[in-house]
């Protein structure tokens, strides 16, 4: 089997970044594993063998500053994280830089998951459940409460629910905003790892979750074959090859998508821990690599999204709070 040598991950200084470098570090020995982001300041110095900074990916410099980082430190491939760099590299069509992959999810995918109005209209034309949408621009939503949200928008981040008496106040929203069907039960909301291969093999993970400030803080895994039915649907329709998040909840008429997120997500390290393995089968998919068997997580198992303090000393030693006992652990 080939493996990596060097590996590129930007976004480093996110907790989507980090997570994907500590499961690099955790299934890799012996390799060089780099990451950029924006800024410097962050936990990811912690976690990757170097940090480099690069400009926004709406900069002028921005490609000419990450070809430096590639020509630099020669990677296998690039894990591009933030959604910023990836809507970049689809708008532009980019498969490679400097002559090294990227490893994303197929362009299809992308324009679909990029835009909510767009992922609505694509689950429509092809039967499948859908909330129903409409631009905030194009008039009165068609019921209330509803969800208002960024088209283009960041997971969960910025969502608002609108009653009646609120109409007045968002109706001039521009077409960057869609007003969307507010799906029940609240406690029935559902958050899915989905994998595809460029042989056609479909992987999923169901998470029953709770959010916080737009995050998975908790989740239940969950065993059900409806879902699972309509995930692997989805994900042929869209010939995917790679990963992608889907969000739902689970109606009185069945599971209803509400949004897909072409890029791996903030639980994709609890996923990695319960045998959902998307970041490695993504190298070995990219190798071409025969992947490891997914040996699927028990219903019932639980998640929950903690926080963890670094301290770098004057001598650069490092320390942290060992959680199986509480105590300060020097490294």
């Known amino acids: 089997m080939e493996k990596p040598q060097t590996i590129l991950v930007t976004g480093c200084g996110g907790d989507i970044g980090q997570s994907v470098g500590k499961i690099i570090k955790m299934n890799y020995k012996d390799i060089k594993v780099i990451g950029c982001d924006i800024y410097d300041k962050h936990a990811g110095h912690l976690i990757f063998d170097i940090c480099e900074v690069v400009p926004k990916a709406t900069s002028p410099n921005y490609m000419k500053e990450l070809k430096e980082v590639i020509n630099k430190y020669k990677p296998d491939f690039i894990f591009p994280i933030s959604e910023a760099e990836l809507n970049y590299f689809y708008k532009n069509k980019i498969t490679k830089i400097a002559n090294v992959g990227l490893i994303r999810p197929n ?38 409460p509803c969800i208002l949200k960024d088209i283009f928008g960041r997971g969960s981040k910025n969502l608002k629910i609108i009653y009646e008496e609120d109409y007045e106040t968002y109706k001039d929203y521009s077409e960057e905003f869609i007003f969307q069907e507010y799906l029940l039960p609240d406690d029935e909301e559902y958050t899915c790892g989905v994998f595809r291969t460029k042989k056609s093999e479909v992987r999923t993970i169901i998470f029953n979750r709770t959010l916080s ?30 990963s992608i998040n889907v969000q739902l909840r689970l109606t009185k008429k069945g599971p209803v998508i509400f949004e897909i997120n072409a890029r791996y ?32 997580a028990k219903a019932g198992t639980k998640i929950y999204k903690g926080w963890q303090e670094y301290i770098v000393y004057k001598d650069n030693s490092k320390a942290t709070i060992d959680n199986t006992d509480f105590k300060m652990r020097l490294y």
Not at 213 to 222: A, D, Q
């Open 213 to 242: 400030r737009g995050y998975t803080n908790y989740g239940e895994v969950v065993v059900n074959e409806e879902i699972s039915k309509l995930l692997k649907v989805v994900a042929e329709k869209l010939n995917l090859i790679g």
């Open 265 to 296: 997500s903030s639980t994709v390290l609890f996923r990695h821990m319960l045998g959902f393995e998307d970041v490695i089968w993504s190298v070995d998919d990219y190798f071409n690599n025969p992947l490891e068997k997914q040996e699927p």
């Open 107 to 144: 362009f299809k995918a992308m324009k679909i998951a990029n835009d909510k109005f767009l992922t609505q209209e694509f689950l429509k034309e092809n039967d499948l459940p859908y909330a129903w949408t409409i631009k905030a621009s194009d008039g009165k939503p068609k019921e209330f």
